[in-house]
């Protein structure tokens, strides 16, 4: 009986293993970072590792294919190659292609705001710049030219706002689905009175996204 369950306790080891080893593939750690990206309200931090590794991964799909392809090689085993290379492209050019959007959304927003800065990559920033200068250019043109000199910001309303009333922000408070990781216990949402969520691991939650904030960003709590 001992050894029957010693192997059954080694069988589940091997599959824990083996699903951790799975999970942890940069092809679903670049699914994670998307599936993360189009959830979250705000920009996440650029994950320039994971983004650099799929590319080199992709470039390296796109040779053997073609080899495949010039050696004769099935045709089964090449489109099995090739689904997996068009997977890699459409999840690496819908990630990029998401930050770009929330950059060009709430640009002046992440410019002002450091912690928000520092997560670009430099070609992000590059973009985010000229977009900010684009931008400015044809509202000088358009509008702010023709408005007294008090109304001429870009940023406030008037010259008497104290805020950058005229900038959007993205809404912290919007609810999103997410998913643990691993069992997190009681977890207190924010400074009112309500209970705490216990939040189990692979549970599903609707949560408002500044309660969750800092579990997304260090890996605990993913979007779906």
Request: charge should be negative.
């Amino acid at each position: 009986m001992e050894t029957g369950a010693q192997d059954g306790s080694s069988g589940y080891s091997t599959m824990d293993d083996y699903e951790s080893l799975i999970s942890t593939t940069d092809a679903e750690l670049l699914k994670r970072a998307w599936q993360n990206e189009k959830a979250a309200p705000q920009i996440l931090r650029f994950e320039a590792a994971l983004i650099q590794r799929s590319r080199e991964q992709i470039k390296l799909m796109e040779e053997t294919v073609g080899e495949f392809t010039r050696n004769g090689i099935d045709p089964l085993t090449v489109s099995l190659y090739q689904m997996d290379l068009d997977r890699t492209v459409f999840l690496l050019r819908s990630y990029l292609r998401t930050r770009l959007q929330k950059i060009e959304k709430y640009v002046f927003h992440i410019q002002k705001t450091a912690e928000l800065w520092n997560r670009l990559s430099r070609q992000e920033k590059r973009f985010a710049e000229r977009c900010i200068e684009d931008m400015e250019k044809h509202l000088d043109q358009s509008v702010l030219s023709k408005l007294p000199s008090s109304y001429k910001s870009h940023l406030k309303q008037s010259s008497s706002s104290e805020e950058d009333d005229m900038v959007p922000e993205p809404r912290l408070d919007t609810y999103v689905i997410c998913r643990s990781k691993r069992f997190l216990g009681a977890f207190q949402l924010d400074d009112s009175a309500e209970e705490p969520v216990n939040i189990e691991a692979d549970d599903l939650y609707a949560l408002p996204y500044k309660s969750i904030k800092p579990l997304v960003e260090t890996g605990q709590i993913d979007l779906v």
